[in-house]
T-cell receptor
Framework: DQQVKQNSPSLSVQEGRISILNCDYT??????FLWYKKYPAEGPTFLISISSIKDKNEDGRFTVFLNKSAKHLSLHIVPSQPGDSAVYFCAAPWGNQFYFGTGTSLTVIP | NAGVMQNPRHLVRRRGQEARLRCSPMKGHSHVYWYRQLPEEGLKFMVYLQKENIIDESGMPKERFSAEFPKEGPSILRIQQVVRGDSAAYFC??????????????FGPGTRLTVT
């Protein structure tokens, strides 16, 4: 029962360009979403979040967009940097747990 | 302020042995969560504990798996009679006792369990 889905397992982007990572969810009751970044052999680290009362949240190079009617959110990174190469997970808290997507591996090519 | 600590980082067990994974939450955090990441999958919730209490174990397999968070010491995830399908990365997260639960979870580096 995959309530949070990331359909693109990988993405490659040139340095300086925009990276767009997508996430879909099925539970219309979700009211908060988070993006985590994960390097190999490390745990996920929090990147940015958005409440369902907003449709956009920006933090430096990172912007998350939420389209509630489509049950879709996206993470934009601009400009992309080689250090952004990592696996990105979207997550939604519900009850006592977080539901995570399967992740998108981003590679930023210098 | 040290982050969430997990040990061991890597654990190799033969089929039928027991695996014990430890998690020390961040200082001041009283809530601990365990997640499992199987190859090519996202993190899947297993159990949520507070000191001396299991709050939600809806994600735990019914057999062989148990978790505890004693009054003193780290949280322990215990897997008895391990099988090859238990091979995965196990992540622990902790959160502070925020009103209404809050949405902050800080993750440890994980324990990679390999069952041979």
């Amino acid at each position: 029962d995959q309530q949070v889905k990331q359909n693109s397992p990988s993405l490659s982007v040139q340095e300086g360009r925009i990276s767009i990572l997508n996430c879909d969810y099925t539970n219309s009751m979700f009211d908060y979403f988070l993006w985590y970044k994960k390097y190999p052999a490390e745990g996920p680290t929090f990147l940015i979040s958005i409440s369902s009362i907003k449709d956009k949240n920006e933090d430096g190079r990172f912007t998350v967009f939420l389209n509630k009617s489509a049950k879709h959110l996206s993470l934009h990174i601009v400009p992309s940097q080689p250090g952004d190469s990592a696996v990105y997970f979207c997550a939604a808290p519900w009850g006592n747990q977080f539901y995570f997507g399967t992740g998108t591996s981003l590679t930023v090519i210098p | 302020n040290a982050g969430v600590m997990q040990n061991p980082r890597h654990l190799v067990r033969r089929r039928g042995q027991e695996a014990r994974l430890r998690c020390s939450p961040m200082k001041g955090h009283s809530h601990v969560y365990w997640y499992r990441q199987l190859p090519e999958e996202g993190l899947k919730f297993m159990v949520y504990l507070q000191k001396e209490n299991i709050i939600d174990e809806s994600g735990m397999p019914k057999e062989r798996f148990s978790a505890e968070f004693p009054k003193e010491g780290p949280s322990i995830l215990r897997i008895q009679q391990v099988v090859r399908g238990d091979s995965a990365a196990y992540f622990c997260a902790s959160s502070p006792p925020l009103p209404g639960g809050g949405y902050e979870q800080y993750f440890g580096p994980g324990t990679r369990l390999t069952v041979t």
